[in-house]
């Protein structure tokens, strides 16, 4: 069997849920009590960045729409305009923060035929890529090294969205509030 020591990880696994009258773990974090805690790092007014608690690679982040939906044709026009502006400035702050030579991105859309596991609620992976971020250790003994702690990538995410034009930050335990477009857009 393989092990990966995370001790960091209790605290997710004992967390108490932000909202539990709410079966999606994505609309619990809608309107979040402690946006640090659940890794909701910066909030758009109709979308939210999460860090996603099962990283591909440091860094790796969500673009979430506050309306439950699996159906990406059912989003209006504000909220994939929010949607969009939320990934411009994951992009942005993933750069200023991480510093990674590439992204990939996607959304997981047809359930378990497409490889999700969260299917009735869209997301957008966001996922920093950099030359040579693989290894042995996947092909060698099928497991994937995360080189960061989640809350230090919080850290790091949330200090680069609080650099950017139009963002405001009420404290260190909530999320980047961003409602107006990069400057320049």
Not at 26 to 32: H, I, N
Not at 93 to 122: K, M, Q, W, Y
Request: with cysteine.
């Amino acid at each position: 069997m393989d092990k990966v020591f995370a001790p960091w990880r209790i605290e997710w696994v004992e967390r108490e849920e932000s909202n539990p009258e709410v079966d999606c773990v994505f609309c619990a974090f809608r309107e979040g009590a402690d946006d640090r805690a659940n890794n909701v790092v910066a909030r758009g007014d109709h979308a939210f960045v999460l860090l996603n608690n099962y990283p591909y690679n440091p860094g790796h982040v969500m673009v979430i729409p506050h309306v439950h939906t699996g159906e990406y044709r059912e989003l209006d026009d504000e909220t994939l305009l929010d949607v969009a502006r939320l990934k411009q400035r994951a992009f942005d702050a993933l750069e200023t923060g991480l510093g990674p030579d590439g992204f990939n991105v996607g959304l997981n859309l047809g359930g378990a035929a497409a490889g999700g596991s969260i299917d009735d609620h869209l997301h957008t992976h966001v996922v920093p890529r950099w030359e040579g971020d693989t290894n042995f250790m996947p092909v060698v003994s099928d497991t994937k090294v995360i080189v960061e702690a989640v809350e230090d990538t919080y850290d790091r995410l949330h200090a680069a969205f609080a650099e950017q034009d139009g963002a405001t930050v009420d404290d260190e335990s909530t999320a980047v509030r961003v409602t107006e477009s990069r400057k320049g857009l």
